[in-house]
T-cell receptor
Framework: DADVTQTPRNRITKTGKRIMLECSQTKGHDRMYWYRQDPGLGLRLIYYSFDVKDINKGEISDGYSVSRQAQAKFSLSLESAIPNQTALYFC?????????FGQGTRLTVV | GENVEQHPSTLSVQEGDSAVIKCTYS??????FPWYKQELGKRPQLIID?????GEKKDQRIAVTLNKTAKHFSLHITETQPEDSAVYFCAASRANSGYALNFGKGTSLLVTP
């Protein structure tokens, strides 16, 4: 079944560490997105990519960077993690309008 | 940028009653309005969507209405069932931003038997 897969599913890291969250998809979609979910705040867009050569900042890109290594892979990096980046992170893909989400990565920064 | 407001933040109904969740948006260029359902510990999943050239859309027990002039849209769930209990998110997006979604903050719906 075509899907969106995130790794790791859970991660605890220390303040100041660099961490990468990975997303891969077998749906063949061109567009990929990274969202962050915090209780009471909904999902907020961090970065999005139309294709390998097109990366765009979202609403809350500060402190994050991304890499689109291939059509199927889109990674999110926290250069120097801080506690307020503790959240549930979702990757999503779309080809037209409907977005399909990965299972999420729960990140805790201590 | 786009700002999406969603109300109420929590909603409790009796099984069989109707539930209504309302959203407003600020960007008149937004032209696609999906609703996502997120069950506890799960990923968000699309339940219904509407484009700006349509005023209403229905799929079995769920319906969405859109008022472009007032910039608001609503989700209606009829004959609610306990399995409808979840967090519901509205979103607004537009074609020239790749349909990147701007979400409301969510409504936690509880349907009690």
């Amino acid at each position: 079944d075509a899907d969106v897969t995130q790794t790791p599913r859970n991660r605890i890291t220390k303040t100041g560490k660099r961490i990468m969250l990975e997303c891969s998809q077998t749906k063949g979609h061109d567009r990929m997105y990274w969202y962050r979910q915090d209780p009471g705040l909904g999902l907020r867009l961090i970065y999005y990519s139309f294709d390998v050569k097109d990366i765009n900042k979202g609403e809350i890109s500060d402190g994050y960077s991304v890499s689109r290594q291939a059509q199927a892979k889109f990674s999110l990096s926290l250069e120097s993690a801080i506690p307020n980046q503790t959240a549930l992170y979702f990757c999503a893909t779309s080809q037209n309008t409907e977005a399909f989400f990965g299972q999420g990565t729960r990140l805790t920064v201590v | 940028g786009e700002n999406v407001e969603q109300h109420p933040s929590t909603l409790s109904v009796q099984e069989g009653d109707s539930a209504v969740i309302k959203c407003t948006y600020s960007d008149s260029a937004s032209n696609y309005f999906p609703w996502y359902k997120q069950e506890l510990g799960k990923r968000p999943q699309l339940i219904i969507d509407i484009r700006s050239n349509v005023g209403e859309k229905k799929d079995q027990r769920i319906a969405v209405t859109l008022n472009k002039t007032a910039k608001h849209f609503s989700l209606h769930i009829t004959e609610t069932q306990p399995e409808d209990s979840a967090v519901y998110f509205c979103a607004a997006s537009r074609a020239n931003s790749g349909y990147a979604l701007n979400f409301g903050k969510g409504t936690s719906l509880l349907v009690t038997p």
